[in-house]
């Protein structure tokens, strides 16, 4: 029985997970929760409201924005601009650096880069969306941060978490010292804890890959992918396919029962489609805080030194035994080439 414990309770006992300023984190969190709360509000509404659908614009990746992506991502500018905390926010909808200039945040020592709304397609059909955040530190105290401050390297994140809009709503975060996931009470609308200290088992035999690419994946992911395919009682393969086309659905599914998520390069995106900055890296974060494995097949996400803020990598992240697995297949089929 999981004792009641809201998330800002949970985050008073535990301020020494956070140690750069007692009660930075608390309100950071506490912003974008408020935030989440709202868009959760409207996601589970978007069928009667005028909110669904398409808003007729596209972001800067050129894809088509749904009203509720605009509407979030307007949700988490404000909340996180009162809050006095954050010096520049990232996101996937906006295709510069946001720099909080005003008053209260001149003196503000953290960077935010995320995505308000993943997996928007899915709105209108009702299945789970998810916000995603990552938070650094400043690394100087003098003028108005510079782009060097904003692409650091994704181990040097001070938190991360994400929001999963779907049957429930759950906020799943990491200061660094393990994960915790809390369930959003409608009742109270307080977020409650509800998953203590998460690890995504070392093993799964759930692969969740789009396979409509498969012919222009390289030749190691075909063999990985055929791994999971071949019949191995010893081995629990072949593995079960799922593929929800929202990253945080697939995440937050192997978080809870194993498994692995894979973009790799395709015949659209050759250098990968996830975006490293506000999906890779705080992902990366909270899976390895969980005893997962997050790498491009190659190299290990939260070592790669950004070179733009919407910069898109290959992503392989899971259970720690399956994404070893499918490096292993990726080296052997390069050392064959
Ligand atoms: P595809 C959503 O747009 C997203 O960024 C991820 O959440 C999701 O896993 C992927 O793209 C789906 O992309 O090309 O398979 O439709």
Redesign the pocket.
């Given at each position: 029985m999981i004792a009641f414990k809201t998330l800002y309770q949970f985050i008073a006992e535990n301020q020494a997970d956070f140690p750069y300023a007692k009660g930075d984190l608390s309100r950071l969190l506490r912003d974008l929760a408020l935030a989440g709360k709202i868009i959760s509000r409207e996601v589970n509404k978007a069928g009667i409201t005028d909110i669904l659908g398409e808003a007729g614009s596209e972001n800067v990746q050129g894809?088509s924005q749904k009203k509720l992506d605009i509407y979030a991502n307007e949700q988490f500018m404000s909340t996180l601009l009162g809050s006095g905390d954050v010096c520049v926010i990232v996101s996937e909808e906006n295709e510069e650096p946001v720099f909080l200039n005003d008053e209260r945040s001149r003196d503000a020592k953290y960077i935010i880069a995320m995505?308000p709304l993943?997996?928007?397609?899915?709105i209108d059909v009702n299945s789970a969306v998810?916000t995603i955040f990552s938070i650094f530190r400043r690394q100087k105290d003098d003028a108005a941060p510079t782009l060097d401050e904003i692409l650091q390297e994704g181990r040097n994140q001070v938190a991360a978490g994400y929001i999963i809009y779907g049957s429930s709503t759950m906020l799943v975060y990491t200061t660094g010292n393990g994960v915790n996931g809390f369930t959003l009470d409608p009742t109270i609308g307080e977020f409650c804890l509800s998953h203590p200290n998460m690890k995504i088992p070392e093993d799964g035999t759930i692969y969740?890959?789009?396979e409509?690419?498969y012919i222009y994946f390289p030749r190691g992911v075909k063999d990985y992918i055929k791994y999971c395919q071949v019949y191995d009682p010893n081995t629990k393969r072949p593995y079960n396919s799922r593929?929800?086309?929202?990253?945080?659905?697939?995440i937050h599914r192997s978080m809870l029962k194993g498994g692995i998520?894979m973009?790799p390069a395709?015949w659209?995106?050759k250098e990968g489609?996830?975006?490293l900055m506000y999906?890779c890296n705080p992902l990366a974060f909270i899976i390895e805080q969980a005893n997962g494995k997050a790498s491009t097949g190659k190299e290990r996400i939260l070592d790669m030194k950004p070179t733009g803020i919407h910069q898109r990598i290959p992503v392989m992240i899971g259970s720690k035994n399956m994404v070893e697995k499918a490096e292993e297949l990726i080296r052997l089929a390069e050392e064959k080439e």
């Open positions: 894809e995505d993943d997996g928007s397609s899915n998810g969740s890959v789009n409509g690419n593929y929800a086309g929202s990253m945080i659905a697939e998520y973009y395709s659209d995106h489609k996830i975006r999906e």
